[in-house]
């Protein structure tokens, strides 16, 4: 069983940063992605940025130039958020799965272009660390 945990999240104003960390036991596998996804109240979990097993990354438009996500080897999964908005302000979760490198490429275009289904991708997650920005 993969566990989880995530780590970093705050209360900031406007136009600051903060780094999200994501730690999780030993990941026997070579191939496999992994995700950010936030929730802010009321609205549905949305993917924000995806990294796979070859160090590919794509993000959603409204995060584009102002997070970037990294992981060192298969363990630790990061995302630096800067130039916060408040609508950046949600529940941050980290997420992954075993998978062949077609299938994390479908996953990254599927956080890039917003698909509702992105979720779906991911089997393991962690129970979120929350993200306040306010103006």
């Known amino acids: 069983q993969v566990q989880l945990m995530e780590s970093g999240g705050g209360s900031v104003q406007a136009g600051g940063s903060l780094r999200l960390s994501c730690a999780s036991v030993?990941?026997?596998?070579?191939?496999?992605?992994m995700a950010w996804f936030r929730q802010a109240p009321g609205k549905e979990r949305e993917g924000v940025a995806a990294?796979?097993?070859?160090?590919?990354t794509s993000y959603t438009d409204s995060v584009k130039g102002r997070f970037t996500i990294s992981a060192d080897n298969a363990k630790n999964l990061y995302l630096q958020m800067n130039n916060l908005k408040p609508e950046d302000t949600g529940m941050y979760f980290c997420?992954?799965?075993?998978?062949?490198?077609?299938?994390?490429?479908?996953?990254?275009?599927?956080?890039?272009?917003?698909?509702?289904?992105?979720?779906?991708?991911?089997?393991?997650w962690g129970q979120g660390t929350q993200v306040t920005v306010s103006s």
């Open positions: 997420a992954r799965n075993r998978m062949t490198r077609t299938t994390a490429a479908r996953a990254l275009a599927a956080i890039a272009r917003r698909a509702p289904d992105v979720a779906e991708y991911f089997t393991y």
């Open positions: 990294i796979d097993s070859d160090g590919n």
């Open positions: 030993e990941y026997p596998y070579s191939t496999y992605s």
